[in-house]
């Protein structure tokens, strides 16, 4: 099973600033089988980027995935009120898919 | 456009069974290759993926709930279902099903239900 390790656990920005999200994966993810999520409280995820770098339709281009093999980054260029949230990143390359623990994106 | 729509007992007693159903509307769960996904959330926690079903029947199981979960389906129905025998507390969770964006289990979950509570207690 891969493991998801996401770093940090909560980041405290202003908006305007930029997130830096971690993802490392406890073994290579083949075919950059990498997504990231956004979950806002009471809500369903919503499907951010895929294949590491991708963004779904619909997606703002502030968001941008970057990495390869076991390190995998989100970024969130000058925060929006919307964005902040909870960010889960997932590896669907083998079974069992798995989630990270997630990073709160929290106001300062 | 396609929705989810997640449904079953908000409450399930320990050591019983936990039955949900997802009801798709909007597309066929015939229709093209996608496995249709179970992932559940305990309250404040992370992310958890259980299990996914193809059309045809065929399963895949996250190895941790294996022994306990059966996922099926119903294509007249365009449902298709999630038992999780022999529950207790740490099994509640808020629980969403699921479509990946493409074809085949390597994908990503594109398409997901609004979710339902599920908690256990007597």
């Known amino acids: 099973e891969i493991v998801l390790t996401q770093s940090p656990d909560t980041l405290s920005l202003s908006p305007g600033e930029r997130a830096t999200l971690s993802c490392r994966a406890s073994?290579?993810?083949?075919?950059?089988?990498l997504a990231w999520y956004q979950q806002k409280p009471g809500q369903a995820p919503r499907l951010l980027i895929s294949g590491a770098s991708s963004r779904a339709t619909g997606i703002p281009d502030r968001f941008s995935g970057s990495g390869s093999g076991t390190d995998f980054t989100l970024a969130i260029t000058r925060l929006e009120p919307e964005d902040f949230a909870m960010y889960f990143c997932q590896h669907y390359g083998t079974s069992p898919l798995t989630f990270g623990g997630g990073t709160k994106v929290e106001i300062k | 456009q396609l929705q989810l729509q997640e449904s079953g007992p908000g409450l399930v007693k320990p050591s019983e069974t936990l039955s949900l159903t997802c009801t798709v509307s909007g597309g066929s769960i015939n229709s093209g290759s996608y496995y249709w996904g179970w992932i559940r959330q305990p309250p404040g926690k992370g992310l958890e993926w259980i299990g996914s079903?193809?059309?045809?029947?065929?399963?895949h199981y996250n190895p941790s709930l294996k022994s306990r979960v059966i996922i099926s389906v119903d294509t007249s129905r365009n449902q298709f279902s999630l038992k999780l025998t022999s529950v207790t507390a740490a099994d509640t969770a808020m629980f969403y099903c699921?479509?990946?964006?493409?074809?085949?289990?390597?994908?990503?979950?594109?398409?997901w239900g609004q979710g339902t509570l599920v908690t256990v207690s007597s």
């Open positions: 079903i193809y059309h045809s029947g065929s399963t």
């Open positions: 073994q290579s993810i083949s075919h950059f089988y």
């Open positions: 699921a479509r990946p964006s493409d074809y085949g289990l390597n994908s990503e979950f594109l398409h």
